[in-house]
Every structure is written in C-alpha cells, then in structure tokens.
C-alpha cells in the first residue's frame, strides 16, 4: 500500500466505533476493498480514494452497517461502563486527596529535653545547656 492509501485506512479506522473484534474484522474487509483497488490504480492519491470510496466518515458507516445491532449497543455499554469506573476512581481520587491534605490531623511531635544538674557544693553548679560554671 502507498501512503494515501494507509493514511485514508487510518482516517477510516479512526471513525469506527466498535470493539476491538469488530474493528478488526472490518478493517480486514477495508484492506480487501483497498488491495483490489490498488490492482488496477498502483499509487492513488487522496482524492482518488476519496472519489472511488467516499469519505472516510462515509466509508466507516458503510462498513459499520454490516455489525449486528447487539454488537453496537455492547460496545456502547462498554464504553459507558468504562467511563462511569474511570469518573467514579477520579472522584475517589479527589475526596481522598482532599481529606489526605486538610482533614487528617497530623501527628503532633513531642520533644522532651533531660537535663542533670551535678551540684559540687553550694556556689558550683554545671548546666549542660550552655557548658558552663557557676
């Protein structure tokens, strides 16, 4: 296949929207339709594809009314169920950030100092904060 012939399989595979089975076997039937196309004209541009074939958009529903109806709504629960998971895990995301950041109470830090007094008498006295006598 020359460029314009896999840039327009690609434009057309990009309007198909079925699962990934379907999707195969009807570029399949989009790769018989191309071959037979490219036997009688080799290197095709754009416009030649386009005139012998219709648009992309065209070409992806034509090929898209061979799938069964049972097909087509599968594929449209799918998606939607992945969608509804996907927004359902981004909120989870969200309330857990929030609560993370500004509601849960962070652990409050102690910190003890033990000091020692040595007294070797009444007017001597070591404190270890500053290291000197009195």
Not at 50 to 71: I, R
Not at 75 to 80: A, C, S, T
């Amino acid at each position: 296949m020359n460029e314009a012939a896999l840039q327009y399989r690609r434009a057309v595979r990009k309007h198909l929207r079925c699962g990934h089975n379907a999707r195969r076997r009807l570029d399949g039937k989009l790769v018989g339709l191309l071959d037979t196309f490219l036997e009688d004209d080799p290197a095709p541009d754009r416009a030649a594809l386009e005139a012998a074939f219709g648009t992309p958009e065209e070409l992806a529903a034509t090929l898209m009314e061979e799938l069964a109806p049972e097909e087509r709504v599968q594929w449209k629960r799918r998606r939607l169920a992945v969608r509804v998971v996907c927004v359902a895990l981004a909120a989870l995301l969200a309330v857990f950030s929030v609560y993370t950041f500004f509601f849960k109470e962070r652990p409050v830090q102690i910190t003890t100092y033990e000091f020692s007094y040595i007294t070797g008498g009444a007017d001597r006295s070591i404190s270890p904060a500053d290291g000197s006598q009195e």
